[in-house]
Protein backbone atom coordinates (compact mmCIF):
# COMPACT_ATOMS: atom_id res chain seq x y z
CA UNK A 1 0.00 0.00 0.00
CA UNK A 2 1.67 3.39 -0.95
CA UNK A 3 1.60 6.19 1.76
CA UNK A 4 0.25 6.34 5.13
CA UNK A 5 -3.66 5.55 5.94
CA UNK A 6 -5.05 7.85 8.98
CA UNK A 7 -8.11 7.54 10.50
CA UNK A 8 -10.52 10.85 10.84
CA UNK A 9 -14.20 10.62 12.17
CA UNK A 10 -16.20 13.51 10.64
CA UNK A 11 -19.95 14.62 11.98
CA UNK A 12 -22.36 13.38 9.10
CA UNK A 13 -26.00 14.66 8.95
CA UNK A 14 -28.47 11.98 7.65
CA UNK A 15 -32.23 13.80 6.27
CA UNK A 16 -34.89 11.54 4.91
CA UNK A 17 -36.17 14.11 1.83
CA UNK A 18 -39.63 14.42 1.19
CA UNK A 19 -39.77 12.95 -2.02
CA UNK A 20 -37.60 9.74 -1.04
CA UNK A 21 -34.20 9.21 0.12
CA UNK A 22 -31.83 10.72 2.53
CA UNK A 23 -29.36 13.70 1.74
CA UNK A 24 -25.97 13.59 3.97
CA UNK A 25 -24.25 16.64 4.56
CA UNK A 26 -20.94 17.36 6.42
CA UNK A 27 -20.47 20.53 8.24
CA UNK A 28 -16.66 20.33 8.65
CA UNK A 29 -16.40 19.81 4.72
CA UNK A 30 -18.33 22.90 3.07
CA UNK A 31 -20.07 21.60 -0.39
CA UNK A 32 -19.55 17.90 0.85
CA UNK A 33 -22.80 15.89 0.53
CA UNK A 34 -24.02 12.85 -1.21
CA UNK A 35 -27.40 10.65 -1.10
CA UNK A 36 -28.53 7.40 -1.19
CA UNK A 37 -32.11 5.77 -1.46
CA UNK A 38 -31.51 4.03 2.04
CA UNK A 39 -30.30 4.96 5.20
CA UNK A 40 -27.92 2.33 5.15
CA UNK A 41 -26.45 3.62 1.43
CA UNK A 42 -26.16 7.06 2.15
CA UNK A 43 -24.40 6.52 5.46
CA UNK A 44 -21.81 4.02 2.97
CA UNK A 45 -21.97 6.90 0.44
CA UNK A 46 -20.76 9.54 2.94
CA UNK A 47 -17.69 7.55 3.68
CA UNK A 48 -16.96 7.38 -0.44
CA UNK A 49 -17.67 11.48 -0.57
CA UNK A 50 -15.34 12.14 2.39
CA UNK A 51 -12.73 10.49 0.56
CA UNK A 52 -13.01 12.22 -2.27
CA UNK A 53 -12.99 15.68 -1.06
CA UNK A 54 -10.07 14.88 1.62
CA UNK A 55 -8.31 13.30 -1.30
CA UNK A 56 -9.05 16.19 -3.69
CA UNK A 57 -7.84 18.72 -0.54
CA UNK A 58 -4.39 16.62 -0.32
CA UNK A 59 -3.92 16.91 -3.81
CA UNK A 60 -3.97 20.40 -3.95
CA UNK A 61 -1.82 20.69 -0.53
CA UNK A 62 -4.68 22.00 1.35
CA UNK A 63 -4.70 20.81 5.30
CA UNK A 64 -8.03 18.35 6.15
CA UNK A 65 -10.31 20.30 8.52
CA UNK A 66 -10.10 18.87 12.22
CA UNK A 67 -14.03 18.08 12.94
CA UNK A 68 -15.34 20.10 16.11
CA UNK A 69 -18.18 19.39 17.48
CA UNK A 70 -17.84 21.60 20.06
CA UNK A 71 -20.75 23.86 20.90
CA UNK A 72 -23.28 22.08 18.72
CA UNK A 73 -25.70 20.11 19.42
CA UNK A 74 -27.87 17.85 17.16
CA UNK A 75 -31.02 16.47 18.52
CA UNK A 76 -35.16 16.46 19.63
CA UNK A 77 -37.17 19.20 21.19
CA UNK A 78 -40.58 18.15 22.00
CA UNK A 79 -42.35 21.44 23.02
CA UNK A 80 -46.31 22.49 23.56
CA UNK A 81 -47.88 24.86 21.58
CA UNK A 82 -50.85 26.78 22.67
CA UNK A 83 -53.89 26.77 19.36
CA UNK A 84 -55.67 29.86 18.72
Known amino acids: MDGDASAYQFTIIIDRQLEGGYLVTVPALPGCFTEGRTWEEAYEM ?24 EGQFIGRLSVTLETV
Open 46 to 69: AADAIRAYCASLLKHGEPIPVDSS
